[in-house]
T-cell receptor, first 115, second 118 residues
Framework: GAVVSQHPSWVICKSGTSVKIECRSLDFQATTMFWYRQFPKQSLMLMATSNEGSKATYEQGVEKDKFLINHASLTLSTLTVTSAHPEDSSFYIC???????????FGDGTRLSIL | AQTVTQSQPEMSVQEAETVTLSCTYDTSESDYYLFWYKQPPSRQMILVIRQEAYKQQNATENRFSVNFQKAAKSFSLKISDSQLGDAAMYFCAYRSGISNFGNEKLTFGTGTRLTIIP
């Protein structure tokens, strides 16, 4: 089946640093990728949607300058949390789908802890 | 805007028994997809089952089946012969059937935590 790889799985860093999370589709071309944030014991909250080669569309309330999304190829999207602060600590998870509108396939998520 | 409601924050079932998880949704669209995803403690999101709204037949995947009532906008998940490995958070999700940029996004319910009692 379709595989989405997300890296790193866990990152701890100091407040003020920027953190980049990668999301790769390993065996299909991901025309659309999604980035979600999940707080403990809560559902997934969509942050942004991106198409390859286009600017991401952010959901209301998500700071685009804070959460930079790049979808430069059909197999790679990155989320950069800029100048991270403790309130940015969360579980971030990506998903991808192809042009055939197959179900979204999810990465394994990234646990981000900002000290 | 579409909404998805899961009214059962927690459910429990004896091993080998059957359990049904509820999901209702609200939409004005006639073409859409519905999904159940499972999230075990590892937090990996696993697709359990998918239903196309235009199909009247309920989807089934081995021990998992759905009861899709389009008029009532209800989409419940039935797990038969429950196993310890079924313990997880279960999320119901909606996706528009219109294939325009942005419409492929999923709208999730708040989830139901399923506990399997040995």
């Amino acid at each position: 089946g379709a595989v989405v790889s997300q890296h790193p799985s866990w990152v701890i860093c100091k407040s003020g640093t920027s953190v980049k999370i990668e999301c790769r589709s390993l065996d299909f071309q991901a025309t659309t990728m999604f980035w979600y944030r999940q707080f403990p014991k809560q559902s997934l909250m969509l942050m942004a949607t991106s198409n390859e080669g286009s600017k991401a569309t952010y959901e209301q309330g998500v700071e685009k300058d804070k959460f930079l999304i790049n979808h430069a190829s059909l197999t790679l999207s990155t989320l950069t949390v800029t100048s991270a602060h403790p309130e940015d600590s969360s579980f971030y998870i990506c998903s991808a789908t192809d042009k055939n509108n197959q179900p979204q396939h999810f990465g394994d998520g990234t646990r981000l802890s900002i000290l | 805007a579409q909404t998805v409601t899961q009214s059962q924050p927690e459910m429990s079932v004896q091993e080998a028994e059957t359990v049904t998880l509820s999901c209702t949704y609200d939409t004005s669209e006639s073409d859409y997809y519905l999904f159940w995803y499972k999230q075990p403690p590892s937090r990996q999101m696993i697709l359990v089952i998918r239903q196309e709204a235009y199909k009247q037949q309920n989807a089934t995947e081995n021990r998992f089946s759905v009861n899709f009532q389009k008029a009532a906008k209800s989409f419940s998940l039935k797990i038969s012969d429950s196993q310890l490995g079924d313990a997880a958070m279960y999320f119901c999700a909606y996706r528009s059937g219109i294939s325009n940029f942005g419409n492929e996004k999923l709208t999730f319910g708040t989830g139901t935590r399923l506990t399997i009692i040995p």
